[in-house]
């Protein structure tokens, strides 16, 4: 079993930042790409930004130059460096793993942590 666990959520005043954190847990192999979702109310779940292994990123559009992806492999950990914060991006923010466990990969969910940014 794997079990993702994030923090780092809450609540802060427009151009604010947060820096939120997901850490992988359990029987895992290999971690593959890693990445942070967000659903606002109301709204699909959109990707905000990956990083694969080797450390190549990937952002949407809205978050471009103001929200920063990394990783630390060692400890199988992925963050979310959001600067500049908007009140559209008030969202509860999942991280996603694709997780090698012997011959196959699985995909994982963290539970979301909420993002409210006042105006």
């Known amino acids: 079993q794997v079990q993702l666990v994030e923090s780092g959520g809450g609540l802060v005043q427009a151009g604010g930042s947060l820096r939120l954190s997901c850490a992988a847990s359990?029987?895992?192999?290999?971690?593959?790409?890693m990445g942070w979702y967000r659903q606002a109310p109301g709204k699909q779940r959109d990707v905000v930004a990956t990083?694969?292994?080797?450390?190549?990123?990937n952002y949407a559009d809205s978050v471009k130059g103001r929200f920063t992806i990394s990783r630390d492999n060692a400890n199988n950990t992925v963050y979310l460096q959001m600067n500049g914060l908007k009140p559209e991006d008030t969202a509860v923010y999942y991280c996603?793993?694709?997780?090698?466990?012997?011959?196959?990969?699985?995909?994982?969910w963290g539970q979301g942590t909420h993002v409210t940014v006042s105006s």
């Open positions: 996603k793993t694709i997780v090698g466990i012997g011959r196959f990969k699985y995909q994982y």
């Open positions: 359990g029987s895992i192999d290999t971690i593959d790409t």
């Open positions: 990083i694969t292994s080797g450390g190549s990123t």
